[in-house]
């Protein structure tokens, strides 16, 4: 069973970094596709980020891509977002996700992750 607890979020200035991270307190972390949504204020849950079991294929949204990068750490049942070159427009509520899959396939929709955690907050400042 997969049980995830995200933690990193905090308060930001405009082109800072921040590293999320998303500890699966589970089994079998390396049986699982993860991946990292994004919610604003008034707006649905949106992709961000995922990355498959192994680490060696990851997928961003055109509005991340070249500024976060995914990556994990099955040995630490963990798998990070690190965020640079922040901008106001990132400021939301941050959530990873967990889908059992040993594929390579592009999971990109919330209904791909049957697994969540309870999110971290993150504020960019202008």
């Known amino acids: 069973q997969v049980q995830l607890v995200e933690s990193g979020g905090g308060l930001v200035q405009v082109g800072g970094s921040l590293r999320l991270s998303c500890v699966d307190s589970?089994?079998?972390?390396?049986?699982?596709?993860m991946g990292w949504f994004r919610q604003a204020p008034g707006k649905e849950r949106e992709f961000v980020a995922s990355i498959q079991w192994s680490g060696a294929v990851t997928y961003y949204s055109d509005s991340v891509k070249g500024r976060f990068t995914i990556s994990r750490d099955n040995a630490k049942n963990t798998v990070y977002l690190q965020m640079n070159s922040l901008k106001p427009e990132d400021t939301a509520v941050y959530y990873c996700?967990?889908?059992?899959?040993?594929?390579?396939?592009?999971?990109?929709?919330?209904?791909?992750?049957?697994?969540w955690g309870q999110g971290t907050q993150v504020t960019v400042s202008s």
């Open positions: 996700a967990a889908r059992r899959s040993y594929s390579s396939s592009r999971y990109t929709d919330v209904s791909d992750f049957p697994s």
């Open positions: 589970g089994r079998a972390f390396s049986n699982y596709a």
